[in-house]
Structure formats: C-alpha cells, structure tokens
C-alpha cells in the first residue's frame, strides 16, 4: 500500500495484491495519514479478502496499526531515507560506510545487515556521540545527521525483514510494483494536462479500476 500525488491537496491511496497485482481499494485523499490506511485495511477486510501481510513505507506509528499482520517496510523507502540524511556521496568515513551497508540492504539476509550495522556502531559509537559546546553553553551532537540515519535503521529494524522471517509467504521487499503504476499513470497523465480533477479522477479510476 502506498500514496501518490498529482498535486498538493490531491492523492490516490492504493492498496494492491502482490500476487495477482490486482488493485483491491483505492482512495482520493487529501493527505496520507495513519488512520486512512488502517480504514483502507478494514474495508478490504471486510470485503472478505484476507489479509496476509502489508508492505509499506516507515510512517511512524504505521506499523502498529495492524496487531497480527505482518509488516514489511519497503526497503527502497528505508534506504531512500538514509539518502535523505547523508547523501549518495557522503565525506566522512563513518557516513560512507553506513551508506555503503544501507545499499546492502535490498540483497542481503538478515543475519548479514544485523551483523553489519552491530560492527558499524562498536567501531563508530564514540564518533556518534561526540558532543560541543555551543555559544549558549550547550551541549549537543556533532553529527546529528548521522545519528540520525543510524537510528533510523536501528528503530526499522524489526520490519525489515519481514520477507525474510516469513519466506515460505513470498513477500516482496519493497514497494515498486505500486509505485511502478504510478510513475506510469503519472506520465500518461502528463498528456491530458489541464484535466479538472473530476476528470483526472475518471481517467485514474479507468487506469487503476478497483
């Protein structure tokens, strides 16, 4: 499941089948929000269709909607966020290797990024914690962005790798079957420019046709 935009107050969140890639619900939003998914989750359940696991991105507090359906956190969004946080190219050693593991993540089993990011952190722990004083007399963290990026992968740990504790499921690992429709909605619908969203809703409704 997963959200796009087709400008600042219109979305269309979309839950698909995995394995028939059969769209089940979709709905217009104005913003993506926790609640909206749990509804779309509850709807397809109670239209009969059991739900077998749910792959989606890290919005916090999202996973602990679903008590008993296991989650997996797309891995492109996970390693999207460390992007975010670090950049493709960082410059300090420490930033490099853990984006370096980050990369890892979409190929590798669990044991091997779990072992990965524990050696990271014993050999980088006193770099992250280092501290200064700053012009109030302050202390905080010197590098904040990659804390950050190192909790991030800590905190998502636990759904990660889902797929990988439930393989005899098939669970994909990332989203991009959903967000491949999208980006070919999206370039379909640049040819209609100027559609009123009443109309770029019938045009998303024939292309996606839940």
Same mark, same amino acid.
């Given at each position: ?45 109670? $239209? ?10 890290? $919005? ?38 853990? #984006? ?19 050696? +990271?952190?014993?050999? +980088? ?21 990659? $804390?950050?990026?190192? $909790? ?6 636990? #759904?990660?790798?889902? #797929? ?47």
């Amino acid at each position: 499941m997963d959200t796009t935009y087709f400008g600042r107050k219109f979305g269309a969140m979309v839950f698909k089948d995995s394995i028939s890639g059969q769209i089940l619900y979709k709905q217009y939003v104005k913003q993506e929000t926790n609640i909206l998914y749990l509804s779309g989750v509850e709807e397809i359940s109670r $239209r009969g269709i059991k739900i077998q696991a749910i792959i989606c991105d890290g $919005r916090k507090g999202l996973f602990q909607l679903f008590e008993g359906i296991p989650i997996q956190m797309c891995n492109f969004h996970q390693v999207a966020i460390i992007r975010r946080y670090l950049t493709k190219k960082p410059k300090m050693h420490a930033s490099k290797e853990l #984006w370096e593991l980050s990369l890892m993540l979409k190929q590798t089993d669990k044991e091997s990024f779990e072992g990965g990011l524990n050696t +990271w952190h014993n050999k +980088w722990s006193d770099f992250l914690n280092e501290r200064k004083i700053n012009t109030k007399g302050k202390s905080r963290y010197v590098h904040k962005r990659l $804390r950050s990026a190192y $909790r991030s992968l800590k905190t998502n740990l636990p #759904w990660l790798f889902t #797929w990988y504790d439930n393989m005899e499921m098939k669970i994909p690992n990332t989203t991009n079957a959903i967000d491949g429709q999208f980006a070919d909605l999206k370039n379909k619908l640049r040819c209609h420019n100027g559609l009123s969203i009443a109309r770029k809703k019938k045009f998303i409704d024939e292309f996606l046709k839940a």
